[in-house]
């Protein structure tokens, strides 16, 4: 089945900076790759997601890139704030194309 | 996106009790999921609700231990089972965005979770 691998673990950025997140994946089968920030007692929340036809994909401060020939894809924050600290986690999706598999996820600390 | 309402946000349980959990969505949804998150870890899948037919569960979990209902398109229960201290976890709603076109199924949203502590 799919499997992902996330790194880092955790990130300590100064405000301001950028963050980078990458993940790789197994299942070359596999299409639609989202990231979910999780913040202390909530569940978890989707943030940006990219399907495979797509090599990269913007929202404000928030990047995701894909790269389907090495089966790797990266979550990328610029201008980072305080509020940006959380976990995040990226996913895929599995072979039967119904649930997600995630990464371990990478707590993000931003230091102001 | 769906609004999914989870209960109980919490509750601690002694050993050998079970507890269920409920998940309520706002709208129709055609796919429901069940995860687990133990502490400090990554997202589960404990098991696929399906309307009207046996939950499918993924290696590892098993009905017994986890039996799920899912009674119509927008709500379903969790159940743990004869629990042990190992059950103490965050346990997961999910439903996969609407029953529109393809790009809306795609999202997978969460509720808030219950934290569960098993004494």
């Known amino acids: 089945g799919e499997n992902v691998e996330q790194h880092p673990s955790t990130l300590s950025v100064q405000e301001g900076d950028s963050a980078v997140i990458k993940c790789t994946y197994s299942d070359s089968a596999s299409n639609y790759f989202p990231w979910y920030k999780q913040e202390l007692g909530k569940g978890p929340q989707l943030i940006i997601d990219?399907?495979?036809?797509?090599g990269e994909k913007k929202d404000q401060r928030i990047a995701v890139t894909l790269n389907k020939t090495a089966k790797h894809f990266s979550l990328h924050i610029t201008e980072t704030q305080p509020e940006d600290s959380a976990v995040y986690f990226c996913?895929?999706?599995?072979?039967?194309?119904?649930?997600?598999?995630f990464g371990k996820g990478t707590t993000l600390s931003v230091s102001s | 996106s769906a609004v999914i309402s989870q209960k109980p946000s919490r509750d601690i349980c002694q050993r050998g009790t079970s507890l269920t959990i409920q998940c309520q969505v706002d709208s129709q949804v055609t796919m429901m999921f069940w995860y687990r998150q133990q502490p400090g870890q990554s997202l589960t899948l404990i098991a696929t609700a399906n309307q009207g037919s046996e939950a499918t569960y993924e290696s590892g979990f098993v009905i017994d231990k986890f039996p799920i209902s899912r009674p119509n398109l927008t709500f379903s229960t969790l159940t743990v089972s004869n629990m042990s201290p190992e059950d103490s976890s965050i346990y997961l709603c999910s439903v996969r965005g609407g029953t529109g076109g393809s790009g809306s199924n795609e999202k997978l949203f969460f509720g808030s979770g219950t934290q569960l502590s098993v004494l």
């Open positions: 996913a895929a999706r599995n072979q039967a194309g119904t649930a997600l598999i």
């Open positions: 990219i399907r495979s036809n797509v």
